[in-house]
């Protein structure tokens, strides 16, 4: 069962531009939400994540932005550069039960920023 | 400070060999989850120990088992290797009172041929 949708599978966005990726979930029950950068090679690393608390999250050239009633959240990168090119992964998780420690990942994207 | 190490980088194992592979978390982590990820898509969720007690566990068969050691290292082992077990093996960790915020490490590179 696929409770996490991401998309689009890949992006090619210029230096300077916007990058936007965006996931659906299923599970009302998950209460914890992360981005993960992938580079080739290398394992994925937490990059910013958010609580259905609030609506939206920054960190620097990053943000997150969370709608609780449509079920989605979306990961905006600002002026793209090239090294941010790597494969962005969204994750959902719940506290607690049998589903402890359990991140329920998208499928991926790959992003590509040319010069 | 040095992350979250795995051993060995890449691995290559014939069908219905078994293999074993390790993680030591970053330090003053006392959680590890496991998780494979098939070529082009996300890491698929295996299994969570916590002070060296299975506290969750993803839909895998029986032939995958871990465990986790007092120094709150872990290993991974898979029986009966199938060809569909090449895969790269994340190991991550996680202080204990924030189970869901994990780090990773670099993975295992299994082949099964």
């Known amino acids: 069962q696929q409770q996490v949708k991401q998309s689009p599978q890949s992006l090619i966005v210029q230096k300077g531009g916007i990058s936007i990726i965006n996931c659906a979930y299923e599970n009302t029950a998950f209460d914890y939400f992360p981005w993960y950068q992938q580079f080739p090679g290398k394992g994925p690393a937490l990059l910013i994540a958010i609580r259905p608390d609030v609506s939206e999250k920054k960190e620097g050239r990053f943000t997150i932005s969370f709608n609780k009633s449509a079920k989605q959240f979306s990961l905006h990168i600002m002026d793209s550069q090239p090294g941010d090119s790597a494969t962005y992964f969204c994750?959902?998780?719940?506290?607690?039960?049998?589903?402890?420690?359990?991140?329920?990942f998208g499928q991926g994207t790959i992003l590509t920023v040319h010069p | 400070d040095a992350g979250v190490t795995q051993s060995p980088t890449h691995l290559i194992k014939t069908r219905g060999q078994h293999v074993t592979l390790r993680c030591s978390p970053i330090?003053?982590?006392?959680?590890v989850s496991w998780y494979q990820q098939v070529l082009g898509q996300g890491p698929q969720f295996i299994f969570q120990y916590y002070e060296k007690e299975e506290r969750g566990r993803g839909n895998f068969p029986d032939r995958f088992s871990a465990r986790q050691f007092p120094n709150y290292s872990s290993e991974l082992n898979v029986n009966a290797l199938l060809l569909g077990d090449s895969a790269l093996y994340l190991c991550a960790s996680s202080f204990e009172g924030t189970p869901n915020i994990q780090y990773f490490g670099a993975g295992t590179r299994l082949s099964v041929l």
């Open positions: 994750a959902a998780s719940k506290s607690g039960g049998t589903s402890y420690g359990k991140l329920t």
């Open positions: 330090s003053g982590h006392k959680s």
